[in-house]
């Protein structure tokens, strides 16, 4: 099966065509486009749009740090020096229990998806009014502006893993074993970004107001996922509710890779947060569905 | 019919305008705030029909409504009306921007829409960057791009600056880059919006060549909307017009165009207006009109025909110094003429006393080239360089060349270019 081929997505969609409408005496149209219409070839449609979808995305990893002197070390500069402030901060002056693990790795391993999870977020909530002009001259599945932007702080993420493998070879500290499921959160974080990323950049084409929520979101979120603490300071009772965050479930699990036994899953938790956050990509994707056919008129 | 493309039916499209007419977005304290007050007064009062806070000041806006027509293969539609007419909306539903309010579309065949040339653009990278990035949101596939690679930069002619970022091309180079990345997009059909107007005369030619070569050898179908009346009557052999977001009439092209410049026959070459609306207590505008020569009113003039046009205007005030001036702007936008009643008797000022005077001047023929004209009106005080009224888009006219007995043509038969086409009087000899 060779997706590349056009005429292959052509004729699965005249078959879902054919089997939703069947086909009329004026012969079959490629295309019906009526009020209220729920488009029946979503995913179809998507699978045609793939490429701009990546194209979306190396536009603006491109586009990102041109005329910049420090170039894409920026996205390694930022992890880092927040990442100095909390080791300074917490570790040294407030002295944090650290767990037998340098500190800054503990810190960097929790900072990395929180900094990829909140500048996905921030990225794809303006993704769709930052882009207006897009929006009102031509025609493409919109979702993915959301999703194309979350791929661009992926990319950021991955450079900036780098550093964070930098930082365990100075400090001589082995990863568990279990650093081979971090995709796994990696993912986890990506549908929380992207589904509240769904619904933020749709509400804000209605109501602006939510574009001076996000900001607000991202600073409290620092300060309520176990970004420079362990949750489990958390006291026992309070820690399934708190890990409806779904970045406790992903930081967690983060450090869970990297220190193994040493920081151990507490699962109902992670349970919780995977809920969660497949709850948001849900109801985010399918929210966006709905209000994206009116974007063109009210952006 | 079977070679049916493109069907519209009954496609009516509906903005609600809010209290200050305008589409302004919403904040969500006003939704909420309504909301509470709905609430609070449904608790306050259980039983009534309807909260009274009804969106009473709602006003609906009709932008399309009841819009039926069909576009066979291969045919070149051209959509033209005046502004608000509709256009614009009717080329965003047809391209899937923005959802009809009722109706339905069918569509046979890949579409592309060019409602903007470079859309997507991104300013900091190069134009080859540009070039895959621009297709791709235009509909192209990658393989498709780079095979085609080569002839857009060709077609473009920027392959110097090919890896320099756009920011420092010139906007002609920027629009030529986009567009001849939109010249070769290979799908069935092709909407086009008003974007050829932005390119530069040679290559505005270019493009509708290109498009025409496109077209003839793949038998795409288009729809193309322009002010450019010369451009819609070259490139499309039928026409829409549109009015008040209806059809008005469908139809062989040229026809389409006059109805369009004249509203149809005679009735296009007066217009009145009611006092006080172009004026002030000085001078105010009655009416203008547009004769031949016999006195006949009309809108089409044969290029050898002179052009009477007269002004009626009333006088407030004794003594006022007045000039009444015309001037004439062709479809691209171009001020064709400007000309001034002006004897310049003694202090270079021409008292006149109350009452409704009649100016009127002749536009000989062979003077101004082929095409669609729109007059304008001022009345100005020169002396004080104040200005009665000024109205740029009084009333419209074509001057049509029939090819046959066109002394400045000639046996030419192709495009004559030129904002005027004068005949002057050519004097050759014999010198040695």
Same mark, same amino acid.
């Given at each position: 099966?060779?997706?590349?081929?056009?005429?292959?997505?052509?004729?699965?969609?005249?078959?879902?065509?054919?089997?939703?409408?069947?086909?009329?005496?004026?012969?079959?149209?490629?295309?019906?486009?009526?009020?209220?219409?729920?488009?029946?070839?979503?995913?179809?449609?998507?699978?045609?749009?793939?490429?701009?979808? #990546? &194209?979306?995305?190396?536009?603006?990893? +491109? %586009?990102?740090?041109?005329?910049?002197?420090? *170039?894409?070390?920026? $996205?390694? /500069?930022?992890?880092?020096?927040?990442?100095?402030?909390?080791?300074?901060?917490?570790?040294?002056?407030?002295?944090?229990?650290?767990?037998?693990?340098?500190?800054?790795?503990?810190?960097?391993?929790?900072?990395?998806?929180?900094?990829?999870?909140?500048?996905?977020?921030?990225?794809?909530?303006?993704?769709?009014?930052?882009?207006?002009?897009?929006?009102?001259?031509?025609?493409?599945?919109?979702?993915?502006?959301?999703?194309?932007?979350?791929?661009?702080?992926?990319?950021?993420?991955?450079?900036?893993?780098?550093?964070?493998?930098?930082?365990?070879?100075?400090?001589?500290?082995?990863?568990?074993?279990?650093? #081979? &499921?971090?995709?796994?959160?990696?993912? +986890? %974080?990506?549908?929380?970004?992207?589904?509240? *990323?769904?619904?933020? $950049?749709? /509400?804000?084409?209605?109501?602006?107001?939510?574009?001076?929520?996000?900001?607000?979101?991202?600073?409290?979120?620092?300060?309520?996922?176990?970004?420079?603490?362990?949750?489990?300071?958390?006291?026992?009772?309070?820690?399934?509710?708190?890990?409806?965050?779904?970045?406790?479930?992903?930081?967690?699990?983060?450090?869970?890779?990297?220190?193994?036994?040493?920081?151990?899953?507490?699962?109902?938790?992670?349970?919780?947060?995977?809920?969660?956050?497949?709850?948001?990509?849900?109801?985010?994707?399918?929210?966006?569905?709905?209000?994206?056919?009116?974007?063109?008129?009210?952006? | 019919?079977?070679?049916?493309?493109?069907?519209?039916?009954?496609?009516?499209?509906?903005?609600?305008?809010?209290?200050?007419?305008?589409?302004?977005?919403?904040?969500?304290?006003?939704?909420?705030?309504?909301?509470?007050?709905?609430?609070?007064?449904?608790?306050?009062?259980?039983?009534?029909?309807?909260?009274?806070?009804?969106?009473?000041?709602?006003?609906?806006?009709?932008?399309?409504?009841?819009?039926?027509?069909?576009?066979?293969?291969?045919?070149?539609?051209?959509?033209?009306?005046?502004?608000?007419?509709?256009?614009?909306?009717?080329?965003?539903?047809?391209?899937?921007?923005?959802?009809?309010?009722?109706?339905?579309?069918?569509?046979?065949?890949?579409?592309?829409?060019?409602?903007?040339?470079?859309?997507?653009?991104?300013?900091?990278?190069?134009?080859?960057?540009?070039?895959?990035?621009?297709?791709?949101?235009?509909?192209?596939?990658?393989?498709?791009?780079?095979?085609?690679?080569?002839?857009?930069?060709?077609?473009?002619?920027?392959?110097?600056?090919?890896?320099?970022?756009?920011?420092?091309?010139?906007?002609?180079?920027?629009?030529?880059?986009?567009?001849?990345?939109?010249?070769?997009?290979?799908?069935?059909?092709?909407?086009?919006?008003?974007?050829?107007?932005?390119?530069?005369?040679?290559?505005?030619?270019?493009?509708?060549?290109?498009?025409?070569?496109?077209?003839?050898?793949?038998?795409?179908?288009?729809?193309?909307?322009?002010?450019?009346?010369?451009?819609?009557?070259?490139?499309?052999?039928?026409?829409?017009?549109?009015?008040?977001?209806?059809?008005?009439?469908?139809?062989?092209?040229?026809?389409?165009?006059?109805?369009?410049?004249?509203?149809?026959?005679?009735?296009?070459?007066?217009?009145?207006?009611?006092?006080?609306?172009?004026?002030?207590?000085?001078?105010?505008?009655?009416?203008?009109?547009?004769?031949?020569?016999?006195?006949?009113?009309?809108?089409?003039?044969?290029?050898?025909?002179?052009?009477?046009?007269?002004?009626?205007?009333?006088?407030?005030?004794?003594?006022?110094?007045?000039?009444?001036?015309?001037?004439?702007?062709?479809?691209?936008?171009?001020?064709?003429?400007?000309?001034?009643?002006?004897?310049?008797?003694?202090?270079?000022?021409?008292?006149?006393?109350?009452?409704?005077?009649?100016?009127?001047?002749?536009?000989?023929?062979?003077?101004?080239?082929?095409?669609?004209?729109?007059?304008?009106?001022?009345?100005?005080?020169?002396?004080?360089?104040?200005?009665?009224?000024?109205?740029?888009?009084?009333?419209?006219?074509?001057?049509?060349?029939?090819?046959?007995?066109?002394?400045?043509?000639?046996?030419?038969?192709?495009?004559?270019?030129?904002?005027?086409?004068?005949?002057?009087?050519?004097?050759?000899?014999?010198?040695?």
């Amino acid at each position: 099966m060779n997706l590349s081929d056009e005429s292959f997505i052509l004729k699965l969609k005249i078959a879902v065509l054919k089997a939703l409408k069947g086909s009329d005496g004026d012969g079959y149209y490629d295309m019906i486009i009526e009020p209220n219409k729920t488009a029946s070839a979503f995913l179809i449609e998507l699978i045609r749009y793939r490429e701009l979808f #990546f &194209f979306l995305a190396w536009r603006d990893i +491109l %586009a990102r740090y041109k005329q910049t002197v420090l *170039g894409i070390a920026w $996205s390694v /500069l930022r992890p880092f020096c927040a990442m100095l402030v909390f080791t300074v901060i917490f570790g040294r002056l407030a002295k944090f229990p650290s767990e037998g693990v340098p500190y800054p790795v503990l810190v960097f391993s929790a900072m990395l998806p929180w900094q990829y999870f909140s500048n996905a977020l921030q990225e794809s909530s303006g993704s769709i009014i930052s882009r207006s002009a897009m929006i009102t001259k031509v025609y493409f599945p919109r979702i993915i502006m959301p999703a194309s932007t979350v791929i661009v702080s992926a990319v950021d993420f991955l450079i900036s893993f780098a550093l964070l493998a930098f930082l365990m070879l100075w400090y001589g500290f082995l990863p568990s074993g279990y650093i #081979f &499921f971090m995709p796994m959160f990696f993912l +986890l %974080a990506t549908i929380s970004a992207a589904g509240i *990323g769904f619904w933020i $950049s749709a /509400l804000v084409v209605k109501y602006r107001d939510f574009h001076h929520i996000v900001p607000f979101m991202v600073q409290f979120g620092l300060y309520v996922s176990p970004v420079g603490f362990s949750s489990s300071v958390i006291p026992e009772r309070w820690r399934l509710l708190y890990s409806l965050n779904p970045m406790v479930g992903v930081i967690d699990g983060f450090r869970w890779c990297i220190q193994g036994e040493g920081s151990p899953l507490y699962l109902p938790g992670l349970a919780a947060s995977v809920v969660m956050s497949a709850a948001l990509f849900w109801s985010g994707a399918k929210f966006f569905r709905r209000t994206e056919r009116f974007f063109a008129d009210f952006i | 019919m079977s070679n049916t493309v493109i069907k519209v039916e009954g496609l009516g499209k509906k903005y609600n305008l809010t209290k200050k007419n305008t589409l302004a977005y919403v904040s969500l304290r006003d939704s909420l705030t309504m909301y509470a007050k709905r609430v609070g007064e449904k608790i306050a009062h259980p039983f009534a029909a309807r909260p009274s806070s009804a969106p009473a000041s709602k006003n609906e806006f009709w932008a399309l409504r009841d819009v039926n027509f069909s576009v066979a293969q291969g045919e070149k539609l051209g959509v033209i009306g005046h502004n608000g007419a509709g256009k614009s909306t009717l080329l965003k539903v047809l391209s899937r921007i923005t959802e009809p309010t009722t109706g339905r579309v069918s569509i046979k065949g890949r579409v592309s829409s060019l409602l903007e040339v470079g859309t997507g653009f991104h300013y900091e990278l190069s134009g080859r960057e540009n070039i895959f990035l621009n297709g791709a949101i235009l509909g192209m596939r990658r393989a498709e791009i780079k095979r085609n690679f080569d002839a857009i930069v060709e077609f473009s002619g920027v392959e110097q600056f090919l890896d320099m970022p756009i920011k420092y091309y010139s906007s002609g180079m920027t629009v030529r880059l986009a567009f001849a990345v939109a010249a070769f997009l290979n799908t069935e059909i092709l909407i086009v919006d008003e974007v050829l107007a932005v390119g530069d005369a040679e290559f505005q030619k270019k493009c509708i060549g290109k498009m025409d070569e496109v077209n003839h050898k793949e038998g795409r179908t288009v729809l193309f909307v322009s002010h450019n009346m010369s451009a819609v009557a070259s490139f499309c052999g039928r026409g829409l017009l549109l009015e008040q977001g209806s059809v008005s009439s469908v139809g062989d092209i040229s026809s389409i165009v006059a109805r369009y410049a004249g509203g149809g026959g005679e009735s296009g070459s007066s217009a009145s207006f009611p006092p006080g609306f172009h004026g002030d207590d000085e001078a105010e505008l009655i009416e203008v009109n547009i004769k031949k020569e016999s006195g006949q009113r009309a809108i089409d003039f044969a290029i050898t025909e002179p052009i009477r046009i007269s002004i009626k205007y009333r006088v407030k005030q004794e003594n006022a110094s007045l000039t009444p001036g015309i001037f004439l702007t062709n479809s691209t936008g171009e001020r064709v003429l400007l000309s001034k009643d002006a004897p310049f008797d003694g202090d270079g000022t021409k008292k006149t006393s109350r009452g409704v005077y009649l100016a009127s001047c002749v536009i000989p023929g062979n003077f101004l080239n082929d095409g669609m004209y729109a007059i304008g009106l001022e009345m100005t005080t020169m002396t004080q360089a104040v200005s009665h009224f000024y109205v740029p888009n009084a009333l419209s006219f074509m001057v049509l060349d029939n090819m046959e007995n066109t002394p400045t043509r000639g046996l030419y038969r192709g495009p004559f270019q030129g904002v005027v086409r004068p005949l002057l009087k050519w004097d050759s000899e014999k010198i040695s």
